[in-house]
Every structure is written in C-alpha cells, then in structure tokens.
C-alpha cells in the first residue's frame, strides 16, 4: 500500500509540476511584438471535417486545436502543459484520472466551458454509433465522471499510463454542448470551440479563414487573421512562398529544400517526426517467417543511401524501433548498416530458398516517395539474389488488404508507414507489435506476436513509475528490434517553410505548428 | 426547331441514366473498401461495418442502385461520404469556378486560334504559315503541367506581375486560363487552317475572287464562314471537356474546380460524389453539343431540323 501511495504521489506530482508550467515559453514571449493582422498559410488539402473527433489529418487536426482547444499541450519536448484542464491525478490503481478543468472559460459562442461539455465530448468519442477514427487511442476509457462542475474523472477498463500525453489529443478537444445541440452531426461544418480562433470563412477547395476569438481565455493572439489557403501542388505552394502571396508553406518540395534553405528570406525547419516507414515482414506466414531471414533483409538494404539520395535528407535511418521524439525510445546497440555480405551469409544459414519469388507490395503517393522507397528496397534485395515482385496500389486499394487476417493475406514485404499521434512508444510499440494488434483487429500487418513481448508492454502500460515504465519500454524495443519484424527504414521529418520575417512559430514532432503568437520583423 | 430541341432534351434522360449505371456499377467493381477508408488505418472490424452500414454498402448492389436512382429522379445526389455535405453542395461550390476558367480559356483560344488558322491558310507553305505550325505543335506537345509551373515561376516569382495561384481578381484567371488556352489554341489554329485551306480552294470562292471582291471579304464572308462548321464543332467539344475540369491546371493554379473534387473523391472513393459530378459533367457534355448543334442553324442557314 505504501508502495502505491508512493507511486501516487510521483504522479500527482508529475501532474502539479506539468500545471506549474503555463503556456509554452516561445508563444509568450513573442506576444509583445506587432501585430499581424493576416498570415496565410500554403496548404495542400482542404478540410473534410472540422469535427476533432471525426478528423485522422494532422494539418486539419491542427486546425481545429486552433478552433478548439485541447485539454493538455504536449510541447515539442514531450511536456504536457496546462490548457483547458490545468491538471490531472492518477488512482493509486491506475484505472481512474481525475481532471481539473480551468475555470471561467467559455466557448466562442458564449457557452459555458465545464464538466458537463468534457462528458458530452467524451461520451460522443466513445459513441460507437458516431465515425471516431481515432477511438482506439481512448479505447482504455470506459466512462467520464463529471465530479462537480470543473472536475471530471476518466474511469478506465485497464490501466493505461501514457493517458496524460493521451489528453492533449485533438480527439478529445471539447466541443460546445450548445453547438451540438445546434448543429447535430452538422457541427462539422460550424466547429465551436474554446481555442484562440473562430472559422468565420470556408470556401470549399479554396481557403479556410480563421479570426481571433476575442474572448479567448488565454493570451491574445498576435495574428488576427489566419489564412489556410489550398494550394495542392508542392511546387506552387513553394512558388508562392518565393513570391510573397502566402507566409508559410506546408511542406515543400524535398527536391526544392537546399534551394529554399539558401534563400535568405526563406526560413526553413524539418524536425524529426514520430512517423516511422518501414517494409513489414510477415513474421508467420511465407519466406521471412525465419528472423535470419528478417534479419538479413536488414542488412542488405542501405538505409542512409535512400535517406541521402531518395528523400533529399528529409529523413533519417532508424536506429531503434520507434522514432527518437518519443518517450520510451532508446538507440539500439545493434545496428543494422548496409552490409550484403553478411545478408547474403545469414540466408545461406537460414537455408533460404532462391528460387522463390517474394511479393513485395507498396502503395503510392501516400507516403513521401514512398514507391521509389520501395523500387530501391527491391533492387537492394534483388542484389543478394532474392527474387522480388513489387506491386504498386493506390491507397484504398492497399489499405483493404492490410487488415486481412493471416489465412487471406498476401502480405510478405510490405511498405508501411506508422506515426504516433503523442510522443510516447506505446502507440508504436503496443500499437504494431502485440499479439492483440495481428490483422484484423489491428494493423499490426507483420504478423508479429511473441508472449513475453506482450507481456512486457502490458506491465508498461500497467507502470505509473516513469523511470520504470522506461526500462520496459527499452526492453521491449531490444527484443523487437532483434526479432526484425519490419526492415527498419527511416523516420520521416516535418518539413515547413515560411519567411524569414516571421519569429516565434512553434513546430512540434507530431507535424504541427503554432502560429498564433508569431511576429513579423 | 422548337420540337427538335425539346425531342433532344428528353433523350438525354436515357442517356444519364445509361451514364448512371455504367459508373455505378464499375466504381463498385473497383478495388478498395470505401468504409475502412472512411473509418480510418487504426479502425476495428466493428466500427467499419458500422461505417459500411450507415452509408449502405451492405445492400446487395443492385439495391443500392435502385434507392441511388430513387433519390436521382428526386434531383437528390446524396451525400459525400467523406465531409457528409450534400454532393450538389460540393459541386455548386467549385462549378463556378470550373465554367469560368472554361468559358475564358475557350475564348483566349478561338481569339487567338481562329486567326491564326486564317492567316496560316491565307499564307500557305510561308515563314508565316512554319511559325503558326511550330507554334501549335508546340501548345499541343508541351505538357500542362510542365507550361502551368514555367509560367508561374516567371510571371509570379521572378516578375511578380500576376499570383501563383488561387482565386479572387481578375489577375488570378490569367496564368491558368492562359495554360489551359495553349493547348486548345493550337487544336483550333490547326482545324481552322485545314479547313480553311480546303474552303479556299472551292470553285465559289474563285467565282468570288473573279466577281473583284476584297480579298478581306472573300476570305473572312465567304470562306471563313463556311469553314466555320468543323471549327465550331472542335470548340464545342473542347468546352465540353473543359467543363469536366482541367485537373492538371486546377492542381497547379491552386483552381477550386470541379477536377480536383473528382480526383479527391476518387482517391477516398466517396462514390456519392464521384456518381455525382460525372453525372453532371455528362449533363454539361450534352447541352454542349445540344448548343453546338443549335449553332449549326445559325452558320449554315440551309441546316434544318425536323
């Protein structure tokens, strides 16, 4: 009991420290300078949705944390910083999370900002009636308890320790009762939140047009009127850039990036991200069921080669099984560098089968140059003397045979790509590697399941200690790393543009920026 | 005149409804599940069959298609599977935009296509004739995409003289109008030209000549307008395809159009919006050519319809 008491108290703790600090440092502090009274922003797809809870883009995700709010901000560090909760506790057992909710806050359209709109956004989040993409990330939470009218408590079916970074989700970013009540499903199209802006124009395939919400709780924002104007061509968003007509360019061209980074009225920032890319080997089924196999493939495939020649540095090789942004990650002692000889050795030992053709299965244009990705992969494993079958698909189509079971599968290498939504390993580790994610409930597509694996990341999940919940997480990593379920290619990075006369935007690794206090020199 | 018109109107409906069935049925046959796109990478199996339920992919498909041309006779298109607006919203919003950059991309070409068919057929086989040529081999060879992103780099980064893209002034229209214009411009030059040369060299335009008429007169009142058939014909149907969306130029130009709304839904097979806007763009394709054909009458008096 003590024990647990103790534990308590480091996360109540942690939770008190995350509230002490208060808006991210670099916002406030570049809220004194001149008033921006429109910057327009490049983007290069239109909103579907600005319903957080219905919303799987990032960009559009990102939108709506400016219309909405969230409850916490994961800075680029992986801090939760106080928004609209301004502290949480965790049960000595783990399975209840009780939220403060800042008081005298309202939404833009003069609703209340309480316990009861943080119940009605999460019991719409676990609708299973209502189109939730996301709802797995909150799939742990089986009801809010409103406590009073600035308290709520998640009561959870298991314990679930990354829930705190969990929380500055967009998905659970609170939606006004009164516009729901308004709107019904419609609340897509009239989002109401508690952010720093109001949608006051959107003109389909054209522009989005943000204004400051002047009742905003927090900070007066510095920019006035934000602008997201569709520009789906790269090099015209780029182009447009150069010319004046936007301030910022949502990922440019990575072929274009050292011309950009030489322009002198051009800022240019590309940090890494959480999304990883990989080639899945299926692990139970075809010719890389041997982990020398697997292992091999690792080997024979340059990494640094595709990340220099392919992806113009707009990524960088793997060296551990999640992206190095996130907590639980720990650089691998093994490495897997480009060395042929040594593949070619571990398949004679494996006593690989040459004759045999294995299907190799890629999607394009979902994933930057992910089909050249993939053609280089081939060559490299056509090198060793593995006879290789590449099928290119567009996304639908590719997506319908990722979550066929075992028994209906085609997949034996397969390019995919895996980006937490927090900056925390579960997502990826429990996420693509337990037993519980093997298609089809899950889009663990390698087919990878080991007992004492899953057991590893259950005690994670279970641990509220951080330091020891990180010395599972690297556990964990070792053993997946070695059992080489993916050919671990690279973490993309997020690339972002805009002119150099603009201080102060934050970038986060979670590919999304802040541009609500930034200033124009 | 009056009948035929009316006679035309009433066959489109087999038409559109032919149009109907075709798309229906092939987008079926096409390979990916609308509902695990919609429900999203991390979805379980429950919630996409909830998805595949909500939007009545579960029906048999010749069921689906009866409720579908239900809702058709009602004008109803239904709903985007993708943003959940009313299709015929969806298309409202970006048509406009579409039909203008159609209307003045087709009339920078005739402006510029026509005359220069005319003068390239006046001057047969002269340095004038060689440039009009070169000149439209090069419109119909240079590829959309390539013209669409030299000219923004000129005109809009080096220069500064006119937008990269988007829409708003009169100063927006130009580059994608004047990119899209280029090709069929030099589809126009050429059909004028041969059809020219062909005009020119008819008995009555010598009896013209003989009678001691201009040359201005000749070539413009008596050739021209009689060539005027299969050019008219050539624009008709170049506009027609215009209206369907110039996809390319829309993506360049940043142009909300109706091409871009095509691809995209494509990309998330949102059937209800891909039905939609190729049900429409067949509609314009019609009246088009019902347009085309109406114009007929006023070229060549001697046509008639019964």
């Known amino acids: 009991m003590r024990q647990l008491m103790n534990r308590f108290g480091k996360v109540l703790a942690i939770a008190v420290l995350a509230a002490a600090g208060l808006w991210p440092a670099a916002p ?190 927090g900070e007066k924002p510095t920019v006035a009127q934000i602008t997201w104007k569709i520009v789906p061509e790269d090099a015209t968003r780029e182009a447009m850039l150069r010319s004046g007509q936007v301030h910022v360019c949502y990922k440019p061209l990575p072929s274009n990036l050292a011309a950009l980074k030489a322009d002198s009225g051009i800022t240019v920032e590309m940090p890494l991200d959480t999304r990883t890319i990989f080639m899945g080997l299926n692990c139970q089924k075809g010719v890389t069921v041997d982990k020398k196999i697997r292992q091999a493939f690792n080997y024979a495939v340059d990494k640094k080669a595709i990340v220099k020649k392919i992806l113009f540095d707009t990524a960088q090789p793997m060296d551990g099984p999640v992206s190095p942004v996130v907590f639980g990650y720990q650089k691998m002692d093994q490495s897997y560098d480009y060395n042929p000889e040594k593949a070619k050795q571990l398949l004679k030992e494996a006593n690989f089968d040459f004759s045999k053709t294995v299907a190799m299965r890629t999607p394009q244009g979902r994933y930057l140059f992910d089909k050249q990705v993939s053609e280089a992969v081939q060559a490299y494993l056509q090198a060793i003397g593995v006879k290789i079958e590449l099928r290119t698909y567009d996304w639908p189509t590719y997506t319908a045979g990722l979550l066929k079971p075992l028994a209906e599968t085609e997949l034996e290498v397969f390019l995919l790509g895996w980006g937490p939504l927090i900056l925390d390993a579960d997502m990826g580790l429990y996420g693509q590697f337990t037993c519980e994610v093997n298609p089809p409930k899950g889009l663990g597509s390698a087919f990878y399941c080991d007992a004492e694996y899953d057991a590893i990341m259950k005690d994670s999940r279970k641990e509220q200690d951080p330091q020891k919940r990180l010395d599972l997480l690297k556990k964990a990593s070792q053993k997946v790393w070695d059992d080489c379920p993916w050919i671990w290619l690279h973490v993309e990075k997020f690339v972002i543009a805009y002119s150099s006369k603009i201080k102060g935007m934050v970038v986060t690794p979670t590919e999304k920026f802040y541009p609500q206090y930034v200033t124009l020199n | 005149m009056l009948n035929y018109v009316i006679k035309r109107l009433f066959s489109m409906i087999p038409v559109l409804v032919g149009i109907s069935i075709l798309l229906f049925f092939m987008l079926r046959m096409l390979p990916g599940d609308p509902a695990q796109v919609l429900a999203g990478q991390m979805a379980s199996p429950e919630e996409i069959e909830t998805i595949r339920k909500q939007l009545g992919l579960d029906r048999p498909v010749y069921e689906q298609y009866l409720s579908y041309l239900g809702r058709l006779v009602r004008l109803d298109l239904g709903r985007s599977a993708r943003t959940q ?110 059809t020219m040369l062909e005009t020119l060299s008819l008995d009555y335009i010598s009896t013209a000549r003989s009678k001691g008429l201009k040359e201005e007169v000749v070539v413009i009142k008596h050739a021209l307008k009689n060539a005027l058939i299969p050019i008219v014909t050539v624009v008709g149907l170049q506009f027609g395809l215009l209206l369907g969306g110039a996809v390319l130029t829309e993506t360049v130009f940043a142009w909300p159009g109706i091409g871009r709304l095509i691809v995209d839904s494509i990309l998330a097979r949102d059937y209800p919006v891909i039905q939609g806007t190729i049900l429409i763009f067949g509609l314009l394709y019609i009246l088009v050519n019902l347009a085309v054909d109406i114009l007929y009458v006023v070229i060549d008096p001697r046509i008639r319809y019964e």
């Open chain 1, 28 to 217: 406030s502090a570049q809220a004194q300078g001149k008033e921006i009274k429109e910057l327009v922003i490049a983007i290069g797809v239109d909103a579907d949705t600005l319903n957080p809870q219905e919303q799987t883009t990032t960009l559009i995700q990102n939108m709506c944390d400016l219309i909405y709010d969230d409850l916490f901000f994961q800075d680029p560090a992986g801090k939760l910083h106080p928004r609209l909760a301004t502290k949480y506790e965790v049960s000595p057992d783990g399975l209840t999370y009780t939220l403060h909710l800042r008081k005298g806050v309202k939404f833009s359209d003069g609703t209340d900002f309480n316990a009861d709109a943080v119940k009605l956004t999460f019991e719409r989040a676990l609708d299973p009636k209502l189109r939730v993409p996301l709802r797995f990330a909150i799939g742990m939470v089986k009801e809010c308890v409103k406590i009073d009218d600035h308290t709520v408590a998640l009561k959870l079916n298991y314990p679930f320790a990354p829930l705190g970074p969990t929380l500055s989700m967009t998905l659970v970013s609170p939606i006004s009762p009164a516009a729901i009540q308004k709107y019904g499903d419609e609340v897509r199209q009239h989002p109401v939140g508690a952010g720093p802006y109001i949608l006051k124009e959107w003109v389909k395939g054209d522009r989005l047009v943000f204004v400051r919400n002047e009742n905003y709780y």
């Open chain 2, 85 to 194: 607006n009313p299709v015929i919203e969806e298309i409202w919003a970006r048509l406009p935009n579409t039909a203008l950059l159609a209307v003045v991309a087709i009339g920078l070409a005739c402006l510029f296509g026509i005359p220069a068919g005319v003068i390239s057929a006046v001057r047969p086989y002269t340095w004038v004739d060689y440039a009009v040529t070169m000149g439209a081999l090069f419109g119909i060879s240079m590829p959309v995409f390539w013209l669409g992103l030299m000219l923004v780099v000129v005109f809009a980064v080096v220069l500064r003289w006119l937008p990269a893209g988007g829409t708003g002034s009169w100063q927006h229209v130009v580059l994608p109008s004047v990119t899209l214009a280029s090709f069929v411009v030099a589809f126009i030059a050429r059909m004028t030209r041969s």
